[in-house]
C-alpha cells in the first residue's frame, strides 16, 4: 500500500462520498473508485459498504485504519518540518568569549531566547581575552567574543557590548578613587594572577602601586561573595558582574570614569549559517 493512500482512506471516513473526495484529490468519482478497490485488494481488507446513490458505509477497519493514518500523517508532517527546520535553521551554535561576558551576559541572553529555538544547542566556551581570536578559528566556533576589534580572515567583527569597569567593594569599606593611599589599605582579592584586573585596570593604567592581595579566586560568583561578606574587601570587575549584589545593596560599585569603558566585539564568520542568533546577539547592548 502506497503512503498516498492515507490520506483518501481518511477523507472517505471523514466524508463517505466519492465524487466530493474525487473532486478534492483531482480524480474522478471512477478513478478513485478504482484506486479504492486496489487498496482494499492490496490489504485483503473490506474498508467500505457500497450503497449506492447515498455513498460509502466506513467499516470498523477503515474507521480504524483512518485513525491511525492520522497518527502516520501527523508524525510525518511533523518530521518534514523538522527537516526542514534542519536546513534552514542549524541545530547548533557554537560560542567562545571571556568568563565574566559569557556567565553574566551569555547565559542569561540564551535562558531569554532559547525558546525561540527549540531544535538549537549552544556550545558556550570559556577562554582568556587575549587567546580568544585563536581558539575561535582553532576550534572552529560560530563566533567568538573579543576585547579588541581584530581582522580576521572570513570572519566579521562588529561591536556586542561595552563593559564599565570599577572597584567593587564590601558596602562598608571606606574607597576614595582619588587616594592611592586608601585604596591600598583595603583587603584586595582578584580573579588569578594570570587573570587579574586590579593589575590591569589600577596599577597598570591608573599606576596605584601594587596591592597586598588577600586572595586569588578564579571563579566570579566566589569573589564577589567574598567581597561581600569580608569587611574592607574590594576587587575590580565591571558593572555587569556584580548586578545583583547591588541591587541588594551587598555591595559597592565605584565606576574607574574615563578610563571605565571597554567595548567588546562579537566575531562570525562571514559564511556564518546562524543568522537570527547573530543579530540576536549584536542586539544585546553595545553601549
Known amino acids: 500500500m502506497e503512503f498516498s493512500h492515507l490520506p483518501i482512506v481518511r477523507a472517505l ?50 474507521r480504524e485504519m483512518a485513525d491511525l493514518s492520522e497518527q502516520v500523517l501527523t508524525t510525518w508532517n511533523s518530521g518534514l518540518q523538522k527537516l526542514k527546520r534542519h536546513f534552514d535553521e542549524p541545530t547548533h551554535f557554537g560560542i567562545v568569549g571571556p568568563q ?34 585563536f581558539e575561535l578559528v582553532q576550534a572552529g566556533m560560530d563566533a567568538g567574543v573579543l576585547e579588541h576589534k581584530e581582522e580576521l580572515a572570513d570572519y566579521i567583527c562588529k561591536p556586542i557590548f561595552t563593559e564599565t569597569w570599577g572597584i567593587v567593594a564590601h558596602p562598608r569599606a571606606k574607597v576614595t578613587l582619588n587616594s592611592q593611599e586608601s585604596l591600598t589599605k583595603l583587603a584586595w582579592g582578584t580573579l588569578s594572577s594570570q587573570n587579574n584586573p586590579v593589575d590591569e585596570w589600577l596599577v597598570r593604567r591608573q599606576l596605584m602601586p601594587p596591592p597586598v592581595y588577600r586572595v586569588y579566586w578564579n571563579d566570579l560568583t566566589a569573589l564577589v561573595s567574598w567581597v561581600m561578606e569580608t569587611p574592607g574587601a574590594a576587587t575590580v570587575l565591571p558593572l555587569h558582574a556584580c548586578q545583583s549584589g547591588l541591587t541588594d545593596k551587598r555591595v559597592q560599585f565605584h565606576s574607574l570614569g ?7 566585539y562579537l566575531a562570525y ?18 553601549g
Open 13 to 62: 471516513v471523514q466524508d463517505p462520498h466519492l465524487s466530493r473526495v474525487a473532486t478534492r484529490f483531482g480524480l474522478t468519482q471512477g478513478a478513485l473508485s478504482k484506486r479504492l478497490q486496489n487498496i482494499e485488494g492490496e490489504l485483503g481488507i473490506k474498508l467500505f459498504d457500497r450503497r449506492g446513490p447515498r455513498g460509502l458505509q466506513p467499516t470498523a477497519a477503515a
Open 269 to 286: 564568520r562571514r559564511t556564518h549559517s546562524n543568522p537570527k542568533v547573530i543579530k540576536e546577539l549584536l542586539e544585546i547592548n553595545v
Open 258 to 264: 574615563r578610563d571605565s569603558k571597554r567595548i567588546l
Open 100 to 133: 565574566i561576558f559569557m556567565r553574566e551576559i551569555v547565559l542569561p541572553w540564551w535562558n531569554g531566547v532559547a525558546a525561540k529555538y527549540p531544535e538549537m544547542t549552544l556550545e558556550a566556551h570559556i577562554s582568556q581575552l587575549s587567546r580568544v581570536s
